[in-house]
């Protein structure tokens, strides 16, 4: 088992990596100080969304949150030129502005969010954003005092397609860099709040590297998103509960989508990390009929789950380990081996609950007479 450092993308460009359920925390005394954040994170995991929570959060309302995809922009969009009464063209500011100043008038706050601020489609317009960013002026218009900043972009990692702003001095100084990552225990909140359907609840739940599908990411195909699986959970409402791989497919990728179809179908076999982790007498009720089955696929993603579950939620460590350890000393040999690595390689550095759970687990006579046994065997 490797010991080896994951080197992360906050790590190349010097900055703090965080859950995007917690970055609230980080992100609003930022904003308070009067200064403008810069949200980088995966394609679909919810920088959107977080945004608009973050404005509701600091009081201010949807109707003076102004959300701009910068990829979408132009620099008319900010200024309209018009001829004067002399012989000189002027500017006027556009419309869209108009929600901001109307809350500064009111005496009420108002945000300006820049989604995708990497992706400007030319020097002019991302003229216009740096100005707003850095003198908070739009032309000649200053922006109200209680205006916040917020923008968001993808890693320049050479898997998007964005404009390099990290190189430049000046862009690099004015935005306050934070690496997002998605975290499932967070999207779960979030899902079950905003009434997501509760067969993409019970899938994610039980696959919980298929929130982010990170492996059909890196292949180029379609893949899971935390946005996009809001998506699936809106078309089987919008389709009385429709199965249809195809059309989810669209959404989520066919692997993803024929596997989600298959295991809502096989309600007989689902199984949650939180149940196996909690309640031995199911889990091992739903284990047998996996067995009888010949589902051993079943079993082998269950251990992925397991351990992320554990890691994200970190949940009291002397019942996880006595229910991890009987889950642990049932499964195949093979899979014992599986859940012995990704144990050891998914922990976080630094982070202490990996040895607190271990010690726990050292102390029960499964681990002692029957799992470490056969997982030492199996690796001989």
Not at 134 to 145: F, K, N, V, Y
Not at 233 to 253: C, D, H, P, Q, R
Not at 313 to 339: M, R
Request: charged fraction near 25%; include cysteine.
């Amino acid at each position: 088992m490797s010991n080896e450092t994951t080197k992360h993308y906050a790590d190349t460009i010097g900055a703090s990596r965080i859950s995007i359920s917690d970055c609230h925390k980080t992100i609003i005394p930022i904003l308070n100080a009067g200064h403008t954040p810069c949200l980088h994170g995966e394609a679909g995991i919810g920088k959107t969304e977080v945004a608009k929570q973050i404005a509701n959060a600091i009081g201010v309302s949807d109707d003076h949150f102004l959300g701009l995809v910068v990829s979408q922009l132009v620099s008319s969009d900010f200024m309209i030129p018009f001829r004067g009464q002399g012989k000189y063209f002027e500017l006027m500011l556009s419309e869209m502005f108009q929600p901001i100043f109307e809350a500064g008038d009111q005496g009420k706050p108002s945000m300006i969010f820049f989604d995708e601020i990497t992706r400007y489609q030319d020097a002019e317009t991302a003229s216009f954003i740096f100005s707003i960013i850095s003198d908070r002026t739009i032309g000649d218009h200053r922006l109200p005092e209680n205006c916040y900043i917020l923008a968001a972009c993808n890693p320049d990692n050479g898997s998007y397609q964005v404009n390099d702003i990290l190189n430049d001095p000046a862009w690099r100084r004015r935005l306050g860099h934070i690496e997002v990552v998605h975290d499932v225990s967070g999207w779960l909140r979030w899902a079950k709040d905003s009434e997501v359907h509760e067969w993409v609840i019970d899938y994610v739940s039980s696959n919980i590297e298929m929130l982010l599908d990170e492996k059909a990411r890196a292949a180029g195909k379609i893949y899971a998103t935390p946005a996009s699986w809001a998506k699936v959970s809106k078309f089987l409402k919008s389709n009385e509960n429709l199965l249809s791989v195809a059309a989810i497919s669209t959404y989520i990728g066919y692997d993803v989508a024929s596997d989600f179809v298959s295991y809502t179908e096989d309600s007989e076999f689902k199984l949650s990390p939180a149940t196996v982790l909690t309640d031995w007498p199911a889990t091992l009720e739903v284990l047998e009929r996996i067995e009888k089955a010949k589902r051993g696929d079943l079993v082998t993603r269950l251990v992925t789950s397991v351990v992320l579950y554990t890691y994200g939620n970190k949940p009291d460590t002397v019942e996880t380990a006595k229910n991890l350890c009987k889950f642990w000393a049932h499964i195949s040999a093979e899979s014992k081996v599986k859940l012995a690595t990704e144990l050891f390689n998914r922990k976080e550095e630094g982070d202490s609950y990996f040895s607190l759970l271990m010690s726990e687990i050292t102390t029960q006579h499964l681990w002692r007479n029957k799992i470490l046994p056969e997982v030492k065997h199996c690796m001989s």
